[in-house]
């Protein structure tokens, strides 16, 4: 077996919880950041085109792996309600943000978490492969919780164009950090996401249940990890029996 020399991390659900969000709350003041902005619409309106939008591009990220970014389909609603915009409209990237903020708000680093990454990171490499579609908001959150520091490289399939589990986003992140797959770790929740996209390379995986993904999800997917924690702090144990490490 080759020596690990990088641990690659995902964010959301493995290294922090969120807490208290409530999405339509965000919806209604996208909708008034909209407006403030001087898109005269309705509300009704507004948040039926938004969905429509929102499903279209859903189903291309989710099929074809491809990330889609919020200001595109919040463009197309509004396009498609006789207005003319873009993505790059400045309106539609302050609104963005106004959407975004609350959700930045609700992230709360996961016990264990900065005992992991400070163990590791004096020895290893370390990096973050992350899907979403804004990627301001993950490199916001890092900076939220205190653990931007940790990370060597910070991938967000925003930035990237490709989401996980697909092969590029990986090998991305192989590639910044100059390792090959057999000499990485990577920790994730989500077990199509982070376990199957990172096993099809080669990269050895560890399954953390979140809040999203609890033990279930895993069992159900049939993914089977190299290892499988109930928590966070259970991961930091497996990763010490994987890695060799001083208890």
Not at 198 to 225: C, D, H, N, Y
Request: charged fraction near 25%; aromatic fraction near 12%.
């Amino acid at each position: 077996m080759s020596r690990i020399r990088a641990v690659l991390f995902d964010f959301i659900g493995t290294l922090v919880s969120v807490k208290g969000y409530r999405l339509d709350v965000s919806r209604m003041k996208l909708y008034r950041a909209i407006v403030d902005a001087g898109f005269k619409v309705g509300e009704k309106e507004f948040l039926e085109a938004y969905a429509q939008a929102h499903e279209k591009y859903r189903i291309v990220r989710y099929q074809k792996l491809v990330e889609v970014t919020n200001a595109v389909w919040i463009a197309e609603a509004l396009n498609n309600l006789g207005f003319q915009t873009s993505p790059e409209d400045w309106r539609i990237k302050t609104a963005v943000n106004i959407f975004f903020e609350d959700y930045v708000n609700s992230f709360r680093l996961r016990r264990c978490a900065k005992q992991i990454l400070s163990m590791l990171s004096e020895t290893y490499k370390l990096g973050l492969v992350s899907n979403f579609t804004y990627a301001p908001v993950i490199y916001a959150g890092l900076r939220k919780v205190g653990i931007n520091h940790f990370f060597d490289v910070v991938l967000v399939s925003d930035a990237v164009g490709w989401r996980k589990p697909h092969a590029k986003i990986f090998n991305e992140a192989l590639r910044s950090l100059n390792v090959k797959a057999e000499e990485t770790l990577f920790l994730g929740d989500s077990p199509d996401e982070d376990i199957k996209g990172a096993k099809e390379l080669g990269i050895k995986t560890i399954f953390v249940a979140s809040q999203f993904f609890p033990l279930r999800k895993l069992l159900e997917s049939g993914q089977q990890p190299d290892a499988v924690a109930r928590s966070l702090c259970e991961a930091k144990r497996k990763i010490q029996e994987m890695l060799n490490l001083d208890v």
